[in-house]
């Protein structure tokens, strides 16, 4: 999946907003994750899994800015993501398929607290930077 200069500024500025919430909004969607598709909850069964806890936000703080250091490298997110890549394959080993619940919650956080900006150009375009990211998490699995 190909990001064109297009994609990638709508990203970039679409971006500013989402890493400085990054708790609020990587707990928002993990918040979104887990009602909408309860099994991902197996993953994190050592996880207190109140929508508040300190848990959850953590991790939507780690995930969100994860996803702020590829915005970063939007050029060279295969490099940027590699331990997270190894990560994911080799000791998680998440079903692939979870990466999509996961981009889709992020997207419906961002457009709940984007409702001007986000029109269908920009919502592609980080259709396309959230699918790239699932696909290099996946990258590694044997
Ligand atoms: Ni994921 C750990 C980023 C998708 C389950 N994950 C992390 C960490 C980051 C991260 C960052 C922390 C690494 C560390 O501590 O060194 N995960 C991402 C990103 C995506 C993603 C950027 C996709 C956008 N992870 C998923 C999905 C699941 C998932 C879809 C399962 C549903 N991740 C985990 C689990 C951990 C994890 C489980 C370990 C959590 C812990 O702290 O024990």
């Given at each position: 999946m ?19 919430n ?8 993990l ?65 692939p398929?979870?990466?999509g ?9 961002i ?21 790239r990211v ?6 590694r699995?044997?």
């Amino acid at each position: 999946m190909v990001l064109t200069d297009e994609n990638k500024a709508h990203v970039k500025s679409t971006w500013a907003n989402v890493s400085s919430n990054a708790e609020a909004f990587g707990a928002e969607a993990l918040n979104r994750l887990f009602a909408a598709h309860p099994t991902t909850k197996t993953y994190f069964c050592h996880f207190d899994l109140k929508p508040d806890s300190a848990h959850i936000k953590a991790h939507g703080k780690k995930v969100v800015d994860a996803l702020t250091v590829a915005v970063n490298h939007i050029d060279d997110m295969s490099s940027a993501l590699s331990k997270l890549s190894d990560l994911h394959a080799e000791k998680l080993r998440v079903d692939p398929v979870n990466f999509g619940l996961l981009a889709h919650c992020i997207l419906v956080t961002i457009a709940a607290h984007n409702r001007g900006s986000l029109n269908p150009a920009v919502y592609l375009s980080l259709d396309k930077f959230l699918s790239r990211v699932g696909a290099l998490l996946i990258a590694r699995y044997r």
